[in-house]
Nanobody
Framework: QLVESGGGLVQAGDSLRLSCSVSGRTFSNYARGWFRQAPGKEREFLTAISRNGDESFYVDSVRGRFTISRDNAKNTVYLQMNNLKPEDTAVYYC????????????????WGQGTQVTVSS
């Protein structure tokens, strides 16, 4: 139901924009967010945006480099990633939940299948 796209292989310092579209239902009344999971590590929360887009939250590691946005008319959420670093290499997942608080708890989230982002040094 959540479908990520836009991943790929880039060099350090480059930018990528990930998209998360929806099929089969609408998530316009849900908070949306992005997580990532590197090999051998737990899935890590990165950022979330409220239902109407007026509130967003970022973890320290991506604040100032990543920007989340949403277009409810297109039922799509975006993650603009600038100044990418090798440590950003991971599978990136989009998620949906009731609020930007509950989405961080992972349990009960709707998840996409993930898209690979690889940043070379």
């Amino acid at each position: 139901q959540l479908v990520e796209s836009g991943g790929g292989l880039v060099q350090a310092g480059d930018s990528l924009r990930l998209s998360c579209s929806v099929s089969g239902r609408t998530f316009s009344n849900y908070a949306r967010g992005w997580f990532r999971q590197a090999p051998g590590k737990e899935r890590e929360f990165l950022t979330a945006i409220s239902r109407n887009g007026d509130e967003s939250f970022y973890v320290d590691s991506v604040r100032g480099r990543f920007t989340i946005s949403r277009d409810n008319a297109k039922n799509t959420v975006y993650l603009q990633m600038n100044n990418l670093k090798p440590e950003d290499t991971a599978v990136y997942y989009c998620a949906a939940s009731a609020t930007i608080v509950t989405i961080q708890e992972k349990d009960g989230n709707y998840w996409g299948q993930g898209t690979q982002v690889t940043v070379s040094s």
